[in-house]
């Protein structure tokens, strides 16, 4: 079992910046791939971020490349993700997962996932 905990959510002003903590414990964190995804109301959870166990694979959605960096820190169990350039459209609830995979960016992949961290930008 692996349990994850987010943090770091808030109320923002475009353009603003945040950075979500999502802390692992339970199994060996070090080994799996670490992702984050969003959901905003009425849609769909989306792909956001994911970085392999060794930070060796990166990848963003579109939508945030250039704005948004994926980081871990695996003597901490803690995986970041570091919001810049808030737009209104990133409104969302963020969470992190994990996968046993060593790299995937496929939401029916991850196993375990976090309870999510509320993300408001207003415009």
């Known amino acids: 079992q692996v349990h994850l905990v987010e943090s770091g959510g808030g109320l923002v002003q475009a353009g603003g910046s945040l950075r979500l903590s999502c802390a692992a414990s339970?199994?060996?964190?070090?080994?799996?791939?670490m992702g984050w995804f969003r959901q905003a109301p009425g849609k769909e959870r989306e792909f956001v971020a994911a970085?392999?166990?060794?930070?060796?694979?990166?990848g963003y959605t579109d939508s945030v490349k250039g704005r948004f960096t994926i980081s871990r820190d695996n003597a901490k169990n803690t995986v970041y993700l570091q919001m810049n350039n808030l737009k209104p459209e990133d409104t969302a609830v963020y969470y992190c997962?994990?996968?046993?995979?060593?790299?995937?960016?496929?939401?029916?992949?991850?196993?375990?996932w976090g309870q999510g961290t509320q993300v408001t930008v207003s415009s």
């Open positions: 997962a994990t996968s046993l995979r060593y790299y995937t960016d496929s939401r029916i992949d991850y196993t375990y």
């Open positions: 339970g199994r060996t964190f070090s080994r799996y791939v």
């Open positions: 970085m392999s166990w060794n930070g060796g694979l990166t």
